[in-house]
């Protein structure tokens, strides 16, 4: 009988270029076409696995789980109430000064039409018929825009009712869904599984505690921007659009608007409104792209440059839910590539040159 020779087989055989291509392009199109259940479900996890360790204290003292979780949720449940209440409380002192506001709005157009006809000999008749054909011609393009804004809005109040439940069921279905993720790997791989699963939530945490200090930084820039401007009451204004960036889009349109209306009223200059609206854009362009990766960043242990990848892949796959989340999903990424030696390369990639020793 003729034997074959057996060949060994090399377990550590590290991942090729071309399945990493293919995984990526699999992974983004899955993300893309399915962000409307992995948007909420993520900030659910999120959730759930910033409230384990809370509910677990309250159980180990006697407390039912589903007391336990009905009054960590609660709290949870009261800071997002506590932004709404803010957003309208923003949009509510708007339209009370709306009156004045139009009437000054009014004035710097007639002060602008009067300066072109001076500079330019261009009647106020002619301005009207421009800025009329203007508005036809546009008028397919804002209303594309208004109808984006009303979608996000609506997602948005979606994804306010939906995240709470989820973050509900997660934590309280949370050993079965350990039990089943135990049982698709290996019965060696379970210490490595129980351990990555305790690093994430001390990840989550961790981001959470750098979230916090990003808006706690953009509040202070905020506020020394407007408080250098001149504008009244700049550290309300400041934190009250740091704060309000947490809602996508509208937030921060909403947080400028209460601003620019009262240094217009005030000061009676367009250049004030103009600086105020350079103030939070400047600021969110270094939140975005400085505070953000390095606050986060340090405290996940992964370097700047794929946080800053990453917020840029998020916001084009998620938007800016995605621009939140998806740091956090690389740090798990990264757990996970620390203690297997297949993703070796990608552990040092993602790392900020801390090496840990893979554990496959």
Known sequence: MIQIPKIPINTNKKISALEVLQYIILISLILYYGKTLFIPLSFSLL???????????????????????????????????????????????????????????????????????????????????????SVD???????????????????????????PLFSALILYHRQILVDVLYQIFPFEKKEI?????????????????????VYIIVGLLNSIGLAIIGIPHPFMFGFIASILTFIPY????????????????????????????????????????????????????????????????????????????FIPFISILKLIADRTNRLKTLSILLGNGETKKPQE
């Open 47 to 133: 959730i759930s696995f910033i409230l384990y360790p809370v509910c677990k204290w309250m159980e180990k003292k006697g407390t039912n789980k589903t007391v336990a979780i009905f009054l960590s949720l609660s709290v949870v449940l009261f800071m997002m109430g506590l932004v709404l209440h803010l957003l309208f409380t923003q949009i509510k002192e708007f339209t009370n000064d709306w009156e004045p506001f139009k009437a000054k709005l009014f004035e710097a157009l007639n002060q602008i039409s009067l300066f072109i006809y001076q500079q330019f000999e261009i009647s106020s008749e002619e301005q009207l018929l421009f800025f009329k054909s």
């Open 193 to 213: 599984i129980h351990e990555i699963l305790v690093e994430t939530i001390h990840t989550y945490y961790n981001f959470i505690k750098g979230m916090l200090l």
């Open 250 to 325: 509208i937030g921060i349109i909403i947080s400028s608007l209460l601003p620019i209306a009262v240094s217009w009223l005030t000061f009676n200059s367009i250049w004030y409104p103009l600086g105020v609206i350079l103030v939070f854009s400047v600021v969110q362009i270094l939140e975005a792209f400085v505070i953000f990766p390095f606050a986060v960043g340090s405290r996940l242990k992964i370097n700047a440059l794929i946080i800053i990848i990453m917020i840029t892949i998020g916001g084009i796959l998620w938007g800016a839910a995605g621009m939140i989340l």
């Open 137 to 163: 011609n546009s008028g397919t393009q804002i209303f594309s825009l208004l109808q984006t804004m009303l979608y996000s809005f609506s997602e948005t109040f979606f994804f306010v009712l939906i995240i």
